[in-house]
């Protein structure tokens, strides 16, 4: 018996659009988080309720806020703050690093003599700390430099009071090498001991390893702690009232005590200051870690610009997807 032929209709390729079209029906959309959006708007509305609030607030005499914020004792203020700040920091880094590195000695002298420092000038008050750098000459009346059992080398009489601009200097410079030790001997610590031995296999000197391998990786780690720091630091530069200075927040005591019917707008603008330098320091921050996480991560964190483009390019693919 003969098969009888089975004709197959033929079929019509389907097109590129077609196919697009299929995938797009397919598509598989993210979970709707409702509690999340709602929980977003309720604090979205709450934030703007608050702005609202303080901005319409007759208390704080918004009208009164500029002229106190460019006051010329406020700038001047504002001014030693900064080099205060600059000046301790710069100083305490560099001890710091001396410090951290005597405590990573093998050598007990080296060792036990930064453990000390790190111990006493942790644990001593930063007013007392300035108190005693700025009458020196009541605890040390003469500066010597000798060897036991010789005549001094270098000796001269300690001023009866230090200037006060490098008794505060010397008192923050002090205070901060102690912390910023502690964070440069961790951030060493959290380099992998593998890199060393690279580095010891490569016969790298002692100095080099430390300059070229050590201490960069170690930065990444060092940069979040001491610009924390940092903006620590700036806070307690309004300590150097008791070396007679007259920094930032010194300066708005002084307005304050007197225009005592202004004592709002004075306070919001010494604060307006202070948030600003945090900021600054903020962002100083974030670019230092992005130049350090080179070669660290495949990809390195966006900018603040190149986030609010990848923010307007997500809407504005919403809004063209919404449309078709």
Do not use: C
């Given at each position: 018996m003969?098969?009888?032929?089975v004709?197959?209709p033929?079929?019509k390729?389907?097109t590129?659009?077609a196919?697009?079209?299929?995938?797009?029906?397919?598509r598989?959309?993210?979970?709707p988080?409702?509690?999340?959006?709602v929980?977003?708007?309720?604090?979205?509305?709450?934030i703007?309720?608050?702005?609202?609030?303080?901005?319409?607030?007759?208390?704080?005499?918004?009208?009164?806020?500029?002229?106190?914020?460019?006051r010329?004792?406020?700038?001047d203020?504002l001014?030693?703050?900064?080099?205060?700040t600059?000046y301790a920091?710069?100083?305490?880094f560099?001890?710091?690093?001396v410090?951290?590195?005597?405590?990573?000695s093998r050598?007990p002298?080296f060792?036990?003599?930064?453990?000390?420092?790190?111990w006493?000038?942790?644990?001593?008050?930063?007013?007392?700390l300035?108190?005693?750098?700025?009458?020196?000459?009541?605890?040390?009346?003469?500066?010597?430099?000798k060897?036991?059992l010789?005549?001094?080398?270098?000796?001269?009489?300690t001023?009866?009071?230090?200037?006060?601009?490098a008794?505060?200097?010397?008192?923050?410079t002090?205070n901060?090498?102690?912390y910023?030790a502690?964070?440069?001997?961790?951030?060493?610590?959290?380099?992998?001991?593998?890199?060393?031995?690279a580095?010891?296999?490569l016969?790298l000197?002692?100095?080099?390893?430390?300059?070229?391998v050590?201490?960069?990786?170690?930065?990444?780690?060092i940069?979040?702690?001491?610009?924390?720091?940092?903006?620590?630091?700036?806070?307690?530069?309004?300590?150097?009232?008791?070396v007679?200075?007259q920094?930032?927040f010194?300066?708005?005591?002084?307005?304050k005590?007197r225009?005592?019917?202004d004592?709002?707008?004075?306070?919001l603008?010494?604060?307006?200051?202070y948030?600003?330098i945090?900021?600054?320091?903020s962002?100083?921050?974030?670019?230092?870690e992005?130049?350090?996480?080179?070669?660290?991560?495949?990809?390195l964190?966006?900018?603040?610009l190149q986030?609010l483009r990848?923010?307007?390019?997500g809407?504005?693919?919403r809004?063209?997807?919404?449309?078709r």
């Amino acid at each position: 018996m003969s098969s009888i032929p089975v004709v197959v209709p033929a079929t019509k390729a389907p097109t590129v659009d077609a196919v697009r079209a299929e995938l797009a029906s397919k598509r598989v959309l993210p979970r709707p988080h409702l509690v999340r959006w709602v929980a977003t708007a309720v604090i979205a509305l709450l934030i703007v309720s608050l702005v609202l609030d303080i901005a319409g607030n007759a208390n704080y005499q918004w009208q009164d806020f500029w002229g106190f914020f460019t006051r010329p004792v406020i700038l001047d203020g504002l001014r030693l703050t900064l080099q205060l700040t600059l000046y301790a920091a710069v100083l305490g880094f560099v001890l710091g690093t001396v410090l951290a590195l005597a405590r990573l000695s093998r050598n007990p002298l080296f060792n036990g003599l930064a453990w000390l420092y790190i111990w006493f000038f942790r644990s001593l008050p930063l007013p007392v700390l300035f108190i005693i750098v700025y009458n020196l000459s009541q605890f040390f009346p003469t500066l010597a430099l000798k060897i036991p059992l010789l005549p001094a080398l270098f000796s001269t009489e300690t001023p009866l009071l230090l200037a006060p601009l490098a008794a505060g200097v010397v008192g923050l410079t002090i205070n901060e090498a102690a912390y910023a030790a502690e964070l440069i001997r961790g951030g060493i610590l959290s380099v992998d001991q593998g890199q060393v031995e690279a580095a010891n296999a490569l016969g790298l000197s002692p100095l080099r390893r430390l300059r070229r391998v050590v201490l960069p990786q170690a930065l990444r780690s060092i940069v979040p702690g001491y610009v924390n720091q940092l903006i620590g630091l700036v806070k307690m530069s309004s300590l150097v009232y008791f070396v007679s200075l007259q920094d930032l927040f010194g300066a708005v005591n002084i307005i304050k005590s007197r225009l005592p019917g202004d004592i709002i707008p004075i306070l919001l603008a010494g604060s307006a200051w202070y948030l600003v330098i945090a900021g600054v320091l903020s962002v100083v921050q974030f670019y230092v870690e992005r130049y350090f996480a080179r070669g660290a991560v495949r990809t390195l964190p966006p900018t603040p610009l190149q986030r609010l483009r990848g923010v307007l390019a997500g809407l504005r693919l919403r809004v063209a997807e919404a449309r078709r």
